[in-house]
Nanobody
Framework: QVQLVESGGGLVQAGGSLTLACVASGRALSTYDMGWFRQAPGKEREFVSVTVWSRGSSYTGYNADFVQGRFTISRGNAKNAVYLQMNSLKPEDTALYYC?????????????????WGQGTQVTVSS
């Protein structure tokens, strides 16, 4: 059984930084795309960032437009972890952040296709 466990959320002031971590267990996900979605209160869950696997064991990162260079996504050396370094946080970044993984191929910005999900870690940014 595959499990994704997120950590690193918390309360931070506007302009601050947080690093989210997601570690997978249960199977090797080195060829899977791994990324982050978020859901703010009263809103639908939305895409944040993803690392897309490509041949040669490399990954390419893609971000939502609202990231605007503030977040950096990376994979762990063991390839079963994904990290999201978030800088210059804004109150509108407040949300429950979910880690997700999917087999390669398809539309990575859409929830459909992601087969594994974590329980989420709360990020709260105060003004």
């Amino acid at each position: 059984q595959v499990q994704l466990v997120e950590s690193g959320g918390g309360l931070v002031q506007a302009g601050g930084s947080l690093t989210l971590a997601c570690v997978a267990s249960g199977r090797a996900l080195s060829t899977y795309d791994m990324g982050w979605f978020r859901q703010a209160p009263g809103k639908e869950r939305e895409f944040v960032s993803v690392t897309v696997w490509s041949r040669g064991s490399s990954y390419t990162g893609y971000n939502a437009d609202f990231v605007q260079g503030r977040f950096t996504i990376s994979r762990g050396n063991a390839k079963n972890a994904v990290y999201l370094q978030m800088n210059s946080l804004k109150p509108e970044d407040t949300a429950l952040y979910y880690c997700a993984a999917r087999p390669p191929g398809g539309l990575v910005r859409k929830e459909e296709g992601y087969v594994y999900w974590g329980q989420g870690t709360q990020v709260t940014v105060s003004s």
